[in-house]
């Protein structure tokens, strides 16, 4: 693993991110980059930023109410009590001193309007995605593409199940060659921190491919 996180990819990830910067931002000496996590409603974002985060976890979770029956679906995960209202927000150490600032976004439609301000600066995304619920992934997918913002699939496995080969997924969700998908249990750290590096390798990588 450390191979995979060495110092190399601190000089290519300081030049993305002062290019993705917010401006005015001081980008002189950057050791840390940000990152989305998106995803359906009940994907597991909050789950998957907080098995990794080496902080405990900013969280706004609120209380569902009735108010959300019959617009937030529960059939798949009927034990959900809460739900992301604005963001979920940690942090990770990579080897070499890589500091990854994790943005998980809120799911429900209602609070897309978030996403803009979200994005802001990142260097990549996580599209994570419940194969039960595999139309609630593509507004995710259209949205980091019209951005022009690189991401990866990450195939969350409930309960460690992955019904569907990854190639299934890739085909279902008419992705093309170049983006990476990969399976990840949302609740495993060392799970979650393969699917982060595979993020910014791939980051890194389209950076590269436009020098």
């Known amino acids: 693993m450390a191979a995979r996180t060495s110092t190399s990819w601190k000089g290519c990830l300081v030049d993305f991110a002062s290019s993705r910067a917010v401006p005015g931002a001081d980008t002189d000496?950057?050791?840390?980059?940000?990152?989305?996590?998106?995803?359906?409603?009940?994907?597991?974002?909050?789950?998957?930023?907080?098995?990794?985060?080496?902080?405990?976890?900013l969280t706004t979770e609120a209380v569902m109410t009735s108010?959300?029956?019959?617009?937030?679906?529960?059939s798949h995960t009927p034990d959900k009590t809460t739900t992301t209202v604005a963001m979920d927000f940690g942090?990770?150490?990579?080897?070499?001193?890589?500091?990854?600032?994790?943005?998980g976004t809120p799911g429900q439609h209602r609070f897309w309007f978030m996403w803009d301000d979200l994005i802001q600066g990142a260097i990549?995304?996580?599209?994570?995605?419940d194969t039960r619920r595999l139309a609630d992934s593509f507004p995710a997918v259209d949205y980091f593409e019209s951005a022009s913002l690189p991401f990866i699939v990450a195939i969350n496995g409930f309960y460690g199940d992955f019904p569907h080969?990854?190639?299934?997924?890739?085909?279902?969700?008419?992705?093309?060659?170049?983006v990476p998908?990969?399976?990840?249990?949302?609740?495993?750290?060392?799970?979650?921190?393969?699917a982060l590096i595979a993020l910014v390798e791939h980051a890194m990588a389209m950076q590269l491919s436009v020098r």
């Open 29 to 57: 000496a950057v050791t840390s980059v940000k990152i989305v996590v998106a995803g359906g409603f009940g994907a597991g974002k909050t789950t998957f930023v907080g098995s990794v985060s080496e902080i405990t976890p």
């Open 67 to 74: 108010v959300s029956d019959g617009v937030d679906d529960l």
């Open 91 to 103: 942090r990770v150490t990579l080897d070499a001193g890589l500091v990854l600032y994790l943005f």
């Open 124 to 129: 990549g995304a996580v599209v994570l995605v």
């Open 165 to 178: 080969a990854v190639e299934d997924v890739r085909d279902a969700m008419s992705l093309g060659r170049e």
């Open 181 to 194: 998908i990969v399976q990840c249990d949302a609740r495993g750290r060392v799970s979650t921190k393969e």
